[in-house]
């Protein structure tokens, strides 16, 4: 068997980050995508093969998927879905056009690079689609209303692809970390100071004496349970060497016993341990 290939997007940091570096040191050929033509420049410098992909620009995903069969010769193993960014604020003070957003990044655009590559696959006889999904998509927390929509949707959205290619070689997979030291609370940031007119909400005080100060919380201190990007790649490296993968991979201690509570508890008892998270 030749040289596995796989897509990876959102690699400039955090999860896709690690998982690049450490399919690489395995030996994998690994298309490192990033939004920014600058984060590409700087994993081309730390010996990967990097171009841009953003899921907001059709046109990017196009070429990335291009690019990456060319240089394979028109194959490709395994494509990560790893890509996403958060808005927070309730959700009544989430504008249409925040939501909009979000799922064109999240959602809109994994569905079209999606769609490109499985013909590729059905070619080839094979291939992987995993796709990093949240604890979120399954167990809302409030606050995060349009992440939280977004990841639902995706887990819907890859169950139902999971249905449809029951019985080729093409296996679809989800991951579902919870807590995971990332930049993604960083980078929602400018999206939440563009679309949240908090001053203005009815939940004023709340973002002044809870919200912001968590927002920006520059101390860097971990939540607790909170794990390093490595906890996903492990899951990763699990779904791309089973036999038969596992439709999800559940990871961290809180996304075990979220999948619990919610089978388990009535709702108004589980409803009143989210609301203060």
Known sequence: MGQR???ITGSSSGIGHDAAHAL???G???FATCRQEADCERLRAEGLESFR???TDPASIEAAVAEALARTGGTLDVLYNNGAHAIGGAVEDTPAGALRAVFEANVVGVHDLTRRVIPVMRVQGHGRIVTCSSVLGFAALPWRGAYNASKFAIEGLMDTLRLELRGTSIHVVLLQPGPITTRIRVNSQPHFERWIDWR???LRDFYETRFLPRL???SGTPARFELPPAAVTRALIRALTARRPQARYPITVPTHLARVF???????VWDRMRAGW
């Open 53 to 55: 992909l953003d899921h």
């Open 262 to 268: 919610a089978t388990l508890l009535p709702g108004a």
């Open 5 to 7: 290939s796989i897509l």
């Open 200 to 202: 203005s909400s009815a």
């Open 24 to 26: 690489a040191a395995r």
């Open 216 to 218: 920006y919380d520059d």
């Open 28 to 30: 994998w050929r690994v």
